[in-house]
């Protein structure tokens, strides 16, 4: 049996906007890259079902429009 994915837009109103921070990390955990977004929301939100039978990962995305974005190294 496999899960159906589910995304999802914002219903009503609006998001309030806030700077994000995503960080790239190596396997000990030390940053090798990094994005600021200025004035981030989120747009849209994806949520993969979930099959207890499967040893697959689950990925869950969030895509998030922004008024910038800069990296920093």
Partial sequence: ???VQTCALPICGEFE???????????????MARWQLVNAWPV????????????ENAIENM???????????
């Fill in 44 to 55: 849209k939100h994806c949520v993969p079902g979930f099959n207890a039978e499967s040893n």
């Fill in 17 to 31: 906007r806030k700077n994000v921070t995503i960080e790239l990390l190596d396997d000990c955990q030390k940053v």
């Fill in 1 to 3: 049996m496999t899960g």
């Fill in 63 to 73: 895509e998030l429009a922004h008024e910038g974005l800069e990296r920093e190294f």
